[in-house]
């Protein structure tokens, strides 16, 4: 089975049969003796487009999250006491009502992608 390592002295990847693993050889890039190795296998799997398929965290994405979880409402609440104390009870609760839904859905929009379900 072949197998690539880097060369210790120039960091080139070095390809060579496994059954050389652990003896030297010299580097056909920079000429100097190095030692044959097996690379230990990485634990996190990696996608086609070279980004980890762990549970790497977009913090853009979780801004986003909470943005909409606290703020929207927060806002749709304000303007809905103020719309209530104008005499428009009804467009106000209508605010209210509103800000919490959109939020709602946004955050459950956005929270699989989170947390990677």
Request: aromatic share 8%; net charge neutral.
């Amino acid at each position: 089975m072949t197998v690539k390592c880097s060369c210790q002295n120039c960091s080139e990847h070095i390809e060579f049969d496994s059954r050389y693993a652990g003896g030297m050889a010299d580097c056909p890039h920079c000429g100097l003796e190095t030692k044959l190795y097996i690379p230990p296998i990485s634990k996190v799997p990696v996608t086609a487009a070279g980004r980890s398929s762990g549970n790497s965290v977009d913090s853009g994405l979780v801004v986003c999250g909470w943005v909409f979880a606290i703020l929207i409402p927060l806002i749709g609440f304000v303007i809905g006491i103020y719309l209530m104390a104008n005499k428009q009870p009804g467009r106000g609760l209508a605010m209210m009502v509103t800000s919490c839904l959109v939020s709602a859905i946004v955050w459950f929009l956005i929270m699989p992608d989170i947390f990677g379900q």
